[in-house]
């Protein structure tokens, strides 16, 4: 079969808005619908995207481990030669080496990319049930020039816009890509061209390997924007837009140049960051079972999942976004029992810091001020989807659930006062009006992670240095019983929204591996712990030293060795200068700082920024690549780099 239609979706009118290419979705009901028909298909004009060789390093940048001069990557910080070696010790994986040894690394010299619009599920609510069937929208990209080792889908984390996804490849600025964006792109965000380059810059990371990647939008995003996406409450119809998208992937891989039979069997690979690891999670479950058939109309074979820091368990994620999470950096120094920046704070091995630093932290977080911006745009996401789906939009449940002032009374820059759904439902708002407006409204109901210009002791090797940081919010009280009623974490119907929204509660006949770092300020590990410990050996986290134990089910049998973990080693956030400081100087490698991940980002002139969720990324598909390599080289489920 030849492509049928490839037409720039600027110019569909909605006499081409047709079924162009039919079926290929779940078995079932979902065929009957029409889910998996296309509706367009757009190829994208990505310019100096079109060579690999420029796209990678674009994709490293993302990663802080240097810059673009002209068409040419260098390196040109400590802190980013740092994040090399650590990379290439910890997974055999040098980020610089593909720069010069492109013929040994890459498999295709160019990509092509595509945006293209299909059915998919929309989440029921009573409120708007004529929504089940959507138009949703995602990003295909392609390796031109050699046969497809096999297809990733790739699912992306939260975003706050509605066109900061996948498709939408923004044509300003660096990391940039195609100057032919989907209308959707640009129209609904105020004026503000702005998609998302990243997505496709991290999707690369694959398709130079040689593999097409299926990146989708989600229902409620992209071209869906005029829906409230369902979130991580709801993750089979998230899981479906991806898998409805394999029609538009065979139409594709069938036209020229590519010229894949449709009957050319691939491996299926499955990964996600945050939000996304989640859905990789369920979409591994789905395509073991209810939807098997979307990936036998589509020729594929599922080959492994690799998820990175995914919130799992949405009973734990919830549990910790309610209670104070503590952290070293403010909490410890101001704790007079213990100097927990002092040089001792690490274990002589330098692989975790000491059990009193741990007790005073039990839930494994970097920073407590990033932790405290994170858990109101978390609980926010979670209640508002679980609002208008479960309890069809009501006021009176967002009251039960949550502080009045919190969900109805946000103040938007240039905008006014709006409430939490009209911020999550509407295209016309942007990154830092959503998420910066939600923080800031938290910080003044009743004293939630107040202003203070805190006292700490700078620990160094040359004698302890008293220090006042500049004022702000340090997160010295992230306690979200501040903006939520404690009582929603009892309710029976909450307890059974998270219960069913969880993701890892099922035996596997695949091989997962989870991506997890050892300290996170935005989706506590306890998730990849609970979902391993479940997954593998068939029972809850016990706890570990001081980090909590898992309080969600467990039911399922182990999966045993078809479960595996690599973790990317991070530390929490200190006062001790030789722990914060990743390079003695800028050519002496700090034998404290092996083995770590850091940013060049700061918080003034003396702290550099640790690795935390957001920084993982890039490390996470890296580790996520090294598990496919392994699977197509022998089987095996590492996540170490074979010899690529």
């Not at 949703?136 to 706050?160: C, D, E, K, Q």
């Not at 989708?216 to 924007?225: A, C, E, N």
């Not at 240039?414 to 407006?437: H, K, M, R, T, W």
């Not at 002791?457 to 004698?463: I, K």
Request: overall charge negative; aromatic content about 10%.
């Amino acid at each position: 079969m030849k492509l049928k239609k490839i037409t720039s979706v600027l110019a569909v009118s909605s006499a081409l808005m047709l079924n162009v290419c039919g079926g290929g979705g779940a078995a079932g009901p979902t065929q009957n619908a029409g889910y998996g028909d296309v509706l367009s298909i757009s190829q994208q004009n990505l310019g100096v995207y079109a060579r690999v060789q420029v796209l990678y390093p674009v994709m490293l940048q993302t990663g802080k481990f240097g810059a673009i001069k002209g068409a040419s990557f260098s390196v040109e910080s400590a802190f980013e030669s740092a994040n090399i070696i650590n990379s290439a010790r910890t997974f055999n994986f040098n980020p610089v080496a593909p720069i010069t040894t492109k013929p040994n690394y890459f498999k295709a010299e160019s990509v092509s990319a595509y945006a293209v619009e299909y059915k998919t599920p929309g989440q029921n609510s009573e409120t708007n049930p004529a929504q089940i069937v959507r138009t949703a929208s995602g990003l295909i990209i392609v390796p031109n020039g050699v046969a497809p080792r096999g297809v990733v889908v790739y699912f992306h984390p939260t975003v706050s816009a509605k066109n900061q996804v996948p498709s939408c490849l923004s044509s300003l600025g660096a990391g940039n890509v195609s100057s032919n964006q989907p209308a959707y792109c640009t129209a609904n965000a105020a004026g503000n061209p702005f998609g998302s380059g990243l997505f496709a810059t991290l999707s690369a990371l694959y398709a130079a390997r040689g593999y097409v990647v299926i990146a989708p939008d989600y229902v409620g995003l992209g071209v869906d924007y005029n829906n409230v996406h369902p979130f991580v409450v709801y993750p089979e119809n998230n899981v479906m837009s991806a898998f409805n998208m394999f029609p538009a992937l065979r139409q594709i891989l069938e036209s020229a140049p590519f010229n894949v039979d449709s009957k050319t069997r691939l491996p299926l690979f499955l990964t996600g960051y945050s939000e996304g690891a989640g859905y990789a999670v369920k979409a591994s479950q789905m395509a073991q079972t209810t939807a098997a058939g979307a990936l036998s109309a589509a020729n594929l074979q599922l080959k492994m999942t690799s998820p990175q820091e995914g919130a799992y368990s949405l009973t734990d994620q919830m549990s910790f976004a309610f209670e104070d999470g503590n952290d070293g950096f403010i909490n410890c120094a101001n704790n007079l029992s213990y100097n927990c920046g002092n040089v001792d704070m690490m274990k002589p091995d330098q692989s975790s810091v000491t059990n009193e630093v741990s007790a005073m932290n039990n839930w494994n977080i970097v920073t407590s001020a990033v932790a405290a911006q994170y858990k109101p745009l978390l609980t926010s996401n979670v209640l508002t989807a679980a609002m208008y789906y479960h309890f069809h939009n009501l006021d009176g449940a967002y009251d039960m659930a949550m502080n009045h002032q919190f969900w109805a009374n946000i103040s938007v820059p240039d905008v006014g006062i709006l409430s939490l759904y009209q911020l999550f439902s509407s295209p016309y708002y942007v990154e830092n009006q959503i998420a910066g407006s939600i923080f800031i409204n938290t910080t003044k109901i009743d004293g939630y992670d107040p202003e203070i210009s805190p006292n700490i002791t700078l620990f160094t090797p040359q004698g302890n240095l008293p220090i006042q940081l500049p004022p702000n919010h340090w997160g010295t009280d992230n306690a979200g019983t501040k903006f939520i009623n404690a009582a929603v974490a009892r309710d029976p119907q909450f307890v059974s929204i998270l219960a069913s929204g969880s993701t890892y509660n099922w035996h596997t006949n695949s091989p997962i591996n989870f991506i997890h770092m050892n300290y996170d300020s935005a989706v506590t590990i306890l998730n990849s712990y609970q979902a391993y410990s479940c997954m593998r050996y068939g029972v809850s986290f016990p706890g570990s030293g001081n980090l909590v134990a898992s309080s969600a089910p467990c039911t399922t049998s182990a999966s045993g060795a078809l479960i595996e973990s690599t973790i990317i080693p991070n530390y929490q956030m200190t006062n001790n200068a030789i722990q914060l400081t990743p390079m003695a100087t800028t050519t002496t490698v700090n034998p404290l700082a092996i083995n770590k991940f850091w940013t060049d980002s700061s918080l003034n002139s003396s702290f550099g920024k640790p690795f935390d969720h957001s920084d993982m990324m890039v490390q996470g598909n890296i580790a996520a690549l090294c598990t496919f390599e392994n699977s197509l080289k022998d089987g095996s489920n590492s996540g170490i780099c074979p010899e690529l």
